[in-house]
């Protein structure tokens, strides 16, 4: 894989580290679930369905090859977690479920899109602040119709694009921020 591509994974990492302690752990994953369904006044039953689905994508990171006496990752853990699962179907379906359960979170409106204050907001659960990077210009690049609002074709492809492809031009390196060194 290029140092393009571990870039953006490390990126995706530093965003799933909500306690920044280096690590992601399952509690990290639990308060993601919990931080998007509490801020947006989710019922009970939505809370649990998006806490299982998180818990799902754990277990899936947690079958990498370097974990068997640890459980916690590494950003190094985390990228070869990745590298391991980069083909894997299964891995595929459950992320692209795990992505349908936060779009359909962040469509606060639940019109089926998400409009920039949805998109910008999600930023604010994941501890960005504003200036740390053009949110407008991320939407723009995802929203490829020019809509002003993204369905969720555009976002889980954008998703995908930012995971998977070793593009440096690709418009969505920033799905998840500012890319670290």
Known sequence: ???????KIKTYFKALDFDKDGYISEDDFGELGRRFAVSRNTTAEKRAELTRKFRRVWQKFMKCEDL???KRLTAAIFIESMKQ???DPDFVALLTQLILGLFELLDVNQDGYLQPEEYERWFDDMGFPEEAFDRKAAFDAMDTN???KLSFDEFIRAYFDFVFSQDESSPNKFFFGPLVD
Request: hydrophobic share 25%.
């Open 146 to 148: 020019h809509d002003n």
């Open 85 to 87: 699962q980069f083909y």
């Open 68 to 70: 068997k006496t640890s």
């Open 1 to 7: 894989m290029s140092e393009f591509w571990k870039r």
